[in-house]
């Protein structure tokens, strides 16, 4: 039943360790002893694939407690199940409410342990191979929808051509807005499903300015066919080459001009971005979004960063969109570091602030001594 299984045992007492090791290597299971809560993190550390942890809590240098928290406390750790060896019962309360997974009061009984470590070990492997399939549907999924709707948005471009009529030209417009449309909420859904699995947010070296340029030059098109300016205030020493997700900051800058463009008529829609060193190697960037549109009502401040909250969720209302857009940008910014929030009230438009942190190349940026 155990045969395969990888897991640390820590116990101080020698006898009891040797004792509890050799029953469970008997089953084939393969133990990693430690005597103490260090050895018990060394071993994690060195052995990533690790399915259970026996903890003894009293134990020198590092006791058990110790341990759960910090095990508990890291994203890397924190779904390795722990059983916890107790000796009494505020022991038995105390590392559960340090996060333990399970717990036996000692002297237990070999035939409970061996029960316990099985039903722990397999409800982690049946999650891992559930989150596993939720994955690899995601990416399939997502290639399957993205693919088509690039082709037809290509195809649509290729049909609008100079020589055609008028109401080909009117239908072609239709077109392309449904198209648009839902190109952006298929891209919300999957990009909100996609999140939990870590899969955008890989790290790259990338140029703020590149970024910000790329998603002003965008939206400045469709900016101006609702005659609104779009105006960007930004000090030229900002440090500019960086490293992290750059499509989190590519994404939520998307996400709040597009929000700014939709609820305004006229006027002007100001980006700003500024930098706070945090030390030589990174900094936090506070950047905000303020529009002169129709601005959102106090009551709705914190709630539109939920998932599909809108202002305004009739059917019939004027605005395209499904309410993920800020629910996005939310999870990105906090991912970065950072937060999000409405500042301004419902008579001024719109101002969504937002920081997030990343480090800084040295070699490009012009950062401080
Ligand atoms: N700049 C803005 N001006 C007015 N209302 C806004 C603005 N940005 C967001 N909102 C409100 O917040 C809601 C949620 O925004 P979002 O999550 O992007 O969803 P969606 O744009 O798909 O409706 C919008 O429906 C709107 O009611
Ligand atoms: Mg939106």
Redesign the pocket.
């Known amino acids: 039943m155990l045969q395969g299984i990888q897991a640390i045992i820590a116990d101080d007492d020698e006898m009891s360790l040797e004792m509890l090791s050799s029953t469970l290597r008997w089953q084939g299971v393969q133990c990693t002893a430690a005597t103490n809560g260090r050895e018990v993190l060394t071993a994690l550390e060195s052995r990533p694939h690790t399915d259970i942890v026996l903890l003894d809590i009293q134990m020198p240098v590092m006791d058990g407690f110790e341990v759960l928290s910090q095990c508990k406390g890291n994203p890397c750790l924190s779904n390795i199940p722990v059983i916890a060896l107790a000796a009494n019962h505020d022991e038995k309360l105390k590392s559960l409410k340090l996060g333990a997974d399970d717990f036996l009061a000692k002297p237990y009984d070999p035939e409970e342990l061996e029960l316990r470590i099985c039903k722990l070990v397999q409800s982690r492997r049946l999650a891992q191979s559930s989150q596993k399939a939720k994955k690899n549907f995601l990416a399939i999924a997502s290639h399957e929808l993205r693919t088509p709707m690039a082709q037809i948005m290509g195809l649509t471009d290729m049909l609008d051509d100079e020589h055609i009529g008028n109401e080909q030209r009117e239908i072609i417009s239709l077109l392309k807005h449904a198209t648009g449309g839902l190109t952006?909420?298929i891209s919300?859904i999957l990009n909100y499903a996609q999140l939990d699995h870590g899969a955008l947010s890989t790290l790259d070296l990338f140029s703020l300015r590149g970024v910000i340029a790329a998603v002003l030059g965008i939206q400045t098109v469709k900016a101006e066919k609702k005659g609104i300016r779009l105006e960007l205030n930004m000090v030229d020493e900002i440090s500019d080459i960086l490293i992290g997700p750059s499509f989190f900051v590519q994404k939520v800058f998307s996400?709040?001009l597009?929000?700014?463009i939709?609820?305004?008529t006229k006027g002007e829609i100001r980006v700003t971005v500024r930098e706070e060193y945090l030390s030589k190697h990174n900094s936090r960037f506070y950047c905000s979004?303020s529009?002169p549109?129709?601005?959102?009502p106090a009551e709705?401040h914190n709630k539109?960063?939920e998932?599909?909250?809108?202002?305004?969720?009739s059917t019939t209302?004027n605005?395209?969109?499904?309410?993920?857009?800020?629910?996005?940008?939310k999870r990105m910014v906090e991912q970065m570091g950072g937060t999000i929030g409405?500042t301004n009230s419902e008579d001024q438009?719109?101002c969504?602030d937002f920081s997030f942190c990343c480090d800084l190349h040295e070699s490009f940026g012009v950062n401080p001594a």
């Open positions: 952006s909420v919300d996400i709040l597009d929000n700014a939709k609820f305004t979004v529009d549109g129709i601005g959102i709705f539109i960063f998932p599909f909250v809108q202002v305004d969720s209302r605005f395209d969109g499904i309410g993920l857009g800020l629910a996005l940008a409405v438009g719109s969504l």
